[in-house]
């Protein structure tokens, strides 16, 4: 087992200030941890396509996607938890009498089940991405679907909570969750790169923000939420830093004495 230290980082609200862009002292300090041996990854709940400028110009080549679903190393996937077919084709029938719509999220692009919703472009729409989901009802029946956005409001989603127990449910926006298999995480998706990896489990670092980070801060051995974090993710991490826009990636490499 090799004693080289990996560091895991969120994209939203970690990575990416609240403008989506990239703090010019984080891309400096990333640059600086690879200079000093030590493995970067990206854990995130984004599809892989979503942030492929990013991992070019961070140098990154190891990704959690899909909040731990989807894994790759080195451009091979080495794991994939995706969504049952026939559960997927329940809840979208249950979703439809509710006016719910849902976005199927596959390996490379992503399909809505609608034509067009207003909750669907305002939510993608803050992630200021080029792809945007096309419409295609059936896509979830062809092809792997590693995770669904499930468009409704934060109290009609405890309706779905009690109906699908296949399915974990974890809010990213106000009009929007992700759906998951149930008991797939981001923390489950570091535990597969880091024995491909050959990683002590003792030299794995976190930063994230939101409430899909609370598994991977409380598991990895070094949790840091960031200042912008979520309270219920604070109380998961072992360390607090700055806000993303504060240096807060920076401020936290120095807390745990990465920098």
Known sequence: MTDKKIIFFDIDGTLLDHDKKLPQSTKEAIKELKQAGHEVAIATGRAPFMYEDLREELG????????????????????????????????????????????????????????????????????????????????????????????????????????????????????????????????????????KLGINPENVYAFGDGLNDIEMLSTVAHGVAMGNAHEETKKAARYLSKAVDEDGIVHGLKMVGLL
Request: proline share 4%; with cysteine; charged share 30%.
């Open 60 to 195: 990154i080549h190891n990704f959690v996607s899909y909040n731990g679903q989807y894994v790759e190393v080195e451009g091979e996937l080495i794991y994939g938890n995706p969504l049952d077919k026939d559960k997927l084709e329940e809840i979208t029938e249950l979703a439809a009498t509710n006016d719910h719509p849902l976005v199927y999220m596959g390996k490379k692009e992503m399909k809505a089940n609608v034509e067009q919703h207003d909750h669907i472009d305002e939510s993608i729409g803050t992630l200021k991405v080029e792809a945007f989901p096309t419409h295609d009802p059936d896509y979830f029946k062809m092809e792997h679907i590693y995770q669904t956005l499930l468009f409704c409001e934060h109290e009609e989603e405890k309706f779905y909570e009690k109906k699908f127990h296949a399915f974990d449910f974890i809010r990213w926006h106000p009009l929007s969750v992700d759906v998951l298999p149930a008991g797939g995480s981001k923390a489950k998706g570091i535990e597969k790169m880091i024995e």
